[in-house]
């Protein structure tokens, strides 16, 4: 009788949600835009709800409690199991991809591995030191700003220009850091959230220095060695080599760049993890007072993971400049911030391999599934829910250790703490 | 002998107050090197008001606290609070209810504790990037003195294990463990023998003596009597914030003043339900 009133109530819900979201359809009629109603489509999504409610009661009913407790360690050996030749494959499937496949693929492959070296750099400061950033996107702007700004000035080249807006994007986040940090959890949130914007809405409005909304363009591609792409003159890469020019190389080649940035991300942050600061990171994430306890300075270590962090976002954001040729404060919206940070808990809060399927899922995903346009957007939140119920600590949700005496043992996901910022 | 010895630490004229609570009033104690210090009471007495001081969690309203190094230097506590006292005073400290790093390893606990040290030696994180010949010594001598220690409290074998999954008396035990790690030459406990059960308070009396032998001084809260009274070299006592008694634990335990605080006499009963 319960299992009968909870499908009620949620086909009630539903309905309340899908009849103004689905159920009203704007076509184009006299004189502007008329609504067609679509009931049917309604009654189907409602129906839907209501049995597979009936259906959730029903295997409730069906499998006593401890057995959803048993599935847990479960899963966690076999996603172990996995990741240990998911992760070589991965990588080689990466190296070879432009052999694979043709320009749309390669192309989507930049974008997905842009977000993958985003997540990784967020990471460090949410996954491993525990401490909310909202506003990862302000380091991305200053990165792809930054490099703008130096090669229009200067006639730099992107190699030149790379570590320099890095390092001017680990500089805004110590900038950044040092005030924040004191606030923790909901307030340090808060706090980053805004930054993101100031940035967005700074460059938006210096017009004389960023060209404002107009953005900046004629952004220099990077060379191999001097080497430029496209055309096949002396001293372009075709014409170095004798080939005939085509547009495909400059992509392949900005492809391998991307994936050299990304795995020099992954390799910095699974080298820092394994050091005394890596580790210290972590333990704010386990317990703040404790670290105080031992001598740590807190304020310090917090602000080396956010200028961790933020280099990374830097070093992505020239890349992003560079890639498109073109920047402007559209591309760096709270929305980015939201996807890099949906994807590093998505993936599973420090884990690199987990954070990586994220982003393959994610931006992806979302690619691949253009066409669908608005059904996407519902498919998608669907997947969040129902990751959030079946895997709420990620898709890799174990700890490897950084250290051990003997052969070292994951550590399941209820003994980490996700860290209060 | 004792009377001699240079006090290691001490407490003069501490007062802390929340807003118009005075938790601590006025209290002054010394805690001389090479020795047991306890500090008892009753419930809400000050006891961990007076640790958090001493240990830079909070910044006292009033009153000096002195640390004297072994070269004789003295420094003030109060002055240098948060990490500091725990990073250049060396007073180390472990908490009533315990606070390891419950997801990573007894093993990374312990190195977490030494970070100074490592951090130092890694060339403040850049060098060791590169993965240099002297942070890699650095850390097989951390990993060494963490063995040390495991050795000690028993845990050897759970080295690689989570340490929020030990059970509760391990936990104290590696709580010490860590504390002892960052090589303090003061080492504060607050209620370690809080839920052990007997044979386990017995360990933790042998390790707390072996840590005094070690040449590290100890301050530490307790309302296990028997314990306190059995390895304590001097017991200070407080109640309702003020110090009521001072002495070994014989003097202390025949002051009328402390029988009746914990048994409480009529005279303090009228005047509480006056109030």
Redesign the interface.
């Known amino acids: 009788m319960t299992a009968l009133r909870e499908a009620a109530l949620s086909a009630l819900v539903a309905l309340g949600l899908f009849a103004p979201i689905v159920g009203l359809r704007t076509v184009p009629g006299e004189g502007g835009l008329a609504l067609a109603p679509q009931p049917g489509l309604v009654g189907v999504l409602v129906g839907l709800v209501f049995f597979g409610r009936l259906g959730v009661h029903l295997r409730d009913r069906l499998r006593p409690a401890p057995g959803r407790a048993a599935v847990r360690p479960r899963l966690a050996a076999t996603t172990a199991r996995l990741g240990a030749w998911l992760a070589p494959a991965l990588i080689a499937l990466a190296l070879i991809w432009p052999a694979l496949v043709g320009r749309y693929y390669v192309d989507l492959a930049i974008l997905v591995l842009t977000y993958v070296m985003l997540g990784w750099g967020l990471n460090i400061v949410v996954g491993l030191a525990g401490l909310l950033d909202l506003g990862y996107v302000a380091f991305y702007a200053v990165g792809a700003y930054a490099y703008a700004l130096i090669a229009q000035f200067t006639g730099l080249g992107f190699w030149t220009c790379l570590p320099m807006a890095g390092l001017l994007a680990a500089l805004w986040g110590v900038t950044l850091g040092f005030p924040v940090l004191r606030l923790r959890g909901d307030y340090l949130a808060i706090v980053t959230l805004a930054f993101g914007e100031i940035i967005r809405v700074v460059l938006l409005n210096w017009v004389s220095l960023t060209g404002g909304p107009n953005g900046i363009s004629g952004i220099p591609r990077p060379t191999l060695f001097g080497l430029r792409f496209g055309g096949d003159e002396p001293g372009s890469f075709a014409g170095f080599f004798h080939l005939t020019s085509s547009p495909m190389q400059r992509i392949v080649f900005l492809y391998y760049v991307i994936l050299g940035l990304a795995f020099f991300t992954n390799l ?1 942050s699974l ?2 993890r394994r ?3 890596g ?2 990171w ?2 704010l994430r ?2 703040e ?10 304020t310090r270590t917090k602000l ?1 993971a956010f200028a961790v962090g933020a280099l990374f976002g830097g070093f992505a954001g020239a890349f992003f400049a560079t890639r498109q040729g073109f920047v402007s404060p559209e591309s760096f919206t709270f929305m980015e911030s939201a996807t890099v940070l949906a994807i590093v808990v998505l993936g599973g809060l420090g884990s690199q391999l987990g954070v990586a399927l994220a982003a393959i899922v994610m931006i992806g995903g979302a690619e691949l599934f253009r066409e669908f346009a608005d059904y996407r957007m519902l498919v998608f939140g669907l997947a969040l829910v129902v990751m959030m119920v079946l895997r709420p600590r990620g898709l890799v949700s174990t ?1 490897t ?9 994951m ?2 996901a209820d ?3 996700q860290g209060r910022g | 002998m004792t009377e001699h010895a240079a006090p290691l630490l001490a407490v003069d004229g501490l007062t802390m107050r929340f807003g118009g609570l005075t938790a601590v009033d006025d209290v002054g104690f010394a805690a001389r090197a090479g020795e047991i210090t306890a500090v008892i009471g009753p419930n809400g007495a000050g006891k961990t008001t007076v640790f958090n001081c001493i ?3 909070y910044r006292p309203s009033a009153g000096r606290l002195w640390l004297t190094r072994a070269d004789g230097a003295r420094i003030a506590l109060e002055r240098l609070g ?7 005073a060396r007073v ?4 009533q209810n315990i ?7 007894v ?2 606990n312990l ?6 040290r ?2 130092a030696a ?1 060339g ?2 850049l060098l ?2 590169l993965g240099t010949r002297g942070y890699r010594a650095a850390e097989r001598a951390a ?1 060494e003195r963490a ?1 040390l220690w495991l050795d000690r409290i028993g845990l ?1 074998e759970r ?4 340490a ?2 030990l059970p509760y008396g391990a936990q104290r035990r590696l709580e010490i463990a ?2 002892m790690c ?1 090589e303090p030459v003061l080492l504060c406990l607050d209620e370690p023998a809080a839920g052990l059960n007997p044979r386990e308070t017995e360990a933790l009396a042998a390790l707390l003596h072996d840590i005094r032998a070690s040449g590290c001084s100890l301050l530490l809260i307790e309302h296990d009597m028997g314990l306190v009274m059995r390895i304590s070299d001097h017991i200070i006592v407080l109640d309702h914030g003020r110090k009521i008694s001072d002495g070994t634990p014989a003097a202390v335990r025949a002051d009328p003043a402390v029988i009746s605080a914990y048994l409480g006499d009529e005279d303090e009963d009228e005047a509480e339900s006056g109030a």
């Open positions: 910095v080298r820092l050091l005394p600061l580790r210290a972590e333990a386990e317990d007072i404790a670290c105080r306890s031992l001598g740590i300075n807190i080396t700890r250790p950084s250290v051990a005496l003997g052969t070292p043992r550590i399941g003994m980490v703490a | 240990t830079g969690f948060g990490e500091r006292v725990a990073s250049r180390a400290r472990t908490f606070r390891l790093f419950a997801g990573m390893t093993l990374e190195l977490v504790a030494q970070h100074n490592l951090m890694s403040f994180g060791a990037l990993i063995r050897i080295a690689d294990d989570p929020g999954a860590r504390a960052t």
